[in-house]
């Protein structure tokens, strides 16, 4: 993780920190053991809570683009990481994408 990056969210961390109030997040949790939950969270230092945030988000990825293979099976690797693109990160970014890869195909004919 860049240094910028690991600042940045550091002090995202801080600030939230010192905005939020807990209420109940979840209605389906009981409340004294979201309580516990939130606790153990707060006691871990930043550096652990950011590896728990990056380590949940690559295991979002991950179940993403096996959710979007299973419901594609006929699309290739690219086509599918390109489906990934667009539902995630927006048609802009879908498009330029497309266009730089359509570029370094005609370069390499």
């Known amino acids: 993780m860049s240094r910028l ?10 600030i939230l920190k010192k ?11 009981n409340p004294k053991t979201e ?6 969270i707060r006691k871990k230092s930043i550096p652990q809570r950011l590896s728990q945030l990056e380590s949940l988000s690559s295991l979002v990825i991950q179940l993403s683009k ?6 594609n099976p006929k699309m290739t690797e690219r086509e599918l990481k390109m489906l990934f693109v667009k539902l995630n990160y927006g048609e802009n970014l879908f498009k330029a994408i497309d266009k730089f890869y359509s570029k370094i195909e005609n370069e390499t004919k």
């Open 5 to 14: 990056i690991y600042e940045f969210l550091l002090y995202r961390f801080y």
């Open 19 to 29: 905005v939020i109030t807990v209420k109940s997040l979840s209605p389906d949790t």
């Open 35 to 40: 309580e516990v939950l939130i606790s153990l």
């Open 66 to 71: 096996r959710a979007l293979a299973r419901a």
